[in-house]
């Protein structure tokens, strides 16, 4: 018996993989979806069935926002049952931001949603956007015993695809651009696709698929340097309506330890703002109470982002302050693992 292909939706936003360069400005500027595929004949040999969705207006991806993340969102919710996998072709600069708030507004996901783009225009001769959409159609096409084999949001780039909410950009130049320092690749192709099982996703309980329909951007993020001025916190910490705060801090979590600082954040929290621990390393975790200078925010209850990106926690804020989770379980619920973020 012959069995079914899979059918897969292509969602392009915009990025690099279909620009073109505008003669008179000499710019990379976002074309449109027709094009882009004829150039990709290939497509066409692809063992599956592909429909397409475009936004009206591709776009670079430094101008997405909440409305692109829901719109997203609302396109997949609508293809759902009638669609094996979903690709999403995205612009590489902010792609682990839009495909960090995917995985959580898409909740209890059993099917692929995978994202990708490239470091060069598809007409270019030495473009890796064929590989790149290639390979993630097929993959977003993998299945076992009549099931995805992947069932979250992935993001494929040169050769590997990683669990989209621990990816950063990492490289404007190379044409691997992203890395996942604290969880390792999904899949990685090869001549053959090596599909790493131990490292998938998979939730604990089978629920129904449910998409969710709000984001709160009413948080901000502070990367802490040597030399920052009280001025710059305080003023910070003074946003009108700000809801959440991500200290960017060094290494396992430290910060300074001086009193004016240990001070601001203390009121701040009484003053029931959420402040998230993210340490700017690429890899590793926050480790509040290994030094002497994390032990302050320890006690004070700052919230452990544990080993999160800065780009998944600002996600998870804006989806659980769009949830509207409550002031007393909110610690409790950003330090737990909703979608595989953190360890
Ligand atoms: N500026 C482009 C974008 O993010 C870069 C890329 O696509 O790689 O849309």
């Given at each position: 018996m012959k069995?079914?292909?899979?059918?897969?939706?292509?969602?392009?936003?915009?990025g690099?993989?279909?620009?073109?360069?505008?003669?008179?400005?000499?710019?990379?500027?976002?074309?449109?979806f027709?094009?882009?595929?004829?150039?990709?004949?290939?497509?066409?040999?692809?063992?599956?069935?592909?429909?397409?969705?475009?936004?009206?207006?591709?776009?670079?991806?430094?101008?997405?926002s909440?409305?692109?993340?829901?719109?997203?969102?609302?396109?997949?919710?609508?293809?759902?049952?009638?669609?094996?996998?979903?690709?999403?072709?995205?612009g590489?600069d902010?792609?682990?931001?839009?495909a960090?708030?995917l995985s959580?507004?898409?909740?209890?996901?059993?099917?692929?949603?995978?994202?990708?783009?490239?470091?060069?225009?598809?007409g270019?001769?030495?473009?890796d956007?064929?590989?790149?959409?290639?390979?993630s159609?097929?993959i977003?096409?993998?299945?076992?015993?009549?099931?995805?084999?992947?069932?979250?949001?992935?993001l494929?780039?040169?050769?590997?695809?990683?669990?989209?909410?621990?990816?950063t950009?990492?490289?404007?130049?190379?044409?691997?651009?992203?890395s996942?320092?604290?969880?390792?690749?999904?899949?990685?192709?090869?001549?053959?696709?090596?599909?790493?099982?131990?490292n998938?996703?998979?939730?604990?309980?089978?629920?129904k698929?449910?998409?969710?329909?709000?984001?709160d951007n009413?948080?901000?993020?502070?990367?802490?340097?040597?030399?920052?001025?009280?001025?710059?916190?305080?003023?910070?910490?003074?946003?009108?309506g700000?809801?959440?705060?991500?200290?960017?801090?060094?290494?396992?979590?430290?910060?300074f330890?001086?009193?004016w600082?240990?001070?601001?954040?203390?009121?701040?929290?009484k003053?029931?703002?959420?402040?998230?621990n993210?340490?700017?390393?690429?890899?590793?975790?926050?480790?509040?109470?290994q030094?002497?200078?994390?032990?302050?925010?320890?006690?004070?209850?700052?919230?452990?982002?544990?080993?999160?990106?800065?780009?998944?926690?600002?996600?998870?804020?804006?989806?659980?302050?769009?949830?509207?989770?409550?002031?007393?379980?909110?610690?409790?619920i950003?330090?737990?693992?909703?979608?595989?973020?953190?360890?």
């Amino acid at each position: 018996m012959k069995t079914k292909k899979s059918t897969i939706l292509l969602i392009y936003t915009g990025g690099t993989i279909g620009m073109v360069k505008d003669y008179k400005t000499g710019s990379l500027k976002a074309f449109d979806f027709d094009e882009l595929l004829s150039n990709i004949p290939e497509l066409n040999q692809l063992d599956c069935e592909i429909e397409t969705f475009s936004f009206d207006q591709p776009i670079d991806s430094s101008n997405m926002s909440l409305k692109h993340w829901l719109q997203i969102a609302s396109v997949i919710e609508d293809n759902y049952h009638n669609h094996d996998g979903f690709v999403v072709l995205h612009g590489s600069d902010t792609m682990s931001y839009t495909a960090s708030a995917l995985s959580f507004l898409l909740e209890d996901l059993a099917k692929p949603v995978i994202f990708t783009g490239s470091q060069l225009p598809i007409g270019d001769l030495r473009t890796d956007a064929k590989e790149n959409l290639i390979t993630s159609i097929q993959i977003a096409a993998l299945k076992e015993n009549g099931k995805p084999v992947v069932q979250e949001v992935g993001l494929y780039f040169e050769y590997k695809l990683y669990r989209a909410n621990r990816t950063t950009k990492i490289n404007a130049e190379h044409f691997e651009a992203f890395s996942s320092l604290n969880h390792p690749p999904l899949v990685e192709s090869g001549v053959h696709l090596k599909v790493f099982k131990e490292n998938l996703f998979r939730p604990k309980t089978a629920k129904k698929f449910f998409v969710h329909k709000k984001m709160d951007n009413n948080v901000a993020v502070l990367k802490l340097f040597p030399g920052l001025s009280p001025k710059v916190l305080q003023s910070v910490l003074q946003i009108p309506g700000l809801k959440a705060l991500i200290l960017e801090t060094y290494g396992a979590g430290n910060a300074f330890t001086e009193d004016w600082f240990l001070e601001e954040l203390k009121n701040a929290i009484k003053n029931n703002l959420f402040i998230v621990n993210v340490t700017q390393c690429s890899g590793g975790s926050v480790i509040m109470g290994q030094y002497e200078t994390s032990k302050a925010m320890l006690d004070m209850q700052v919230i452990n982002g544990k080993d999160i990106t800065t780009e998944a926690a600002i996600a998870k804020l804006m989806y659980m302050l769009g949830v509207g989770v409550t002031t007393k379980s909110f610690k409790t619920i950003f330090e737990t693992p909703l979608r595989g973020e953190m360890s």
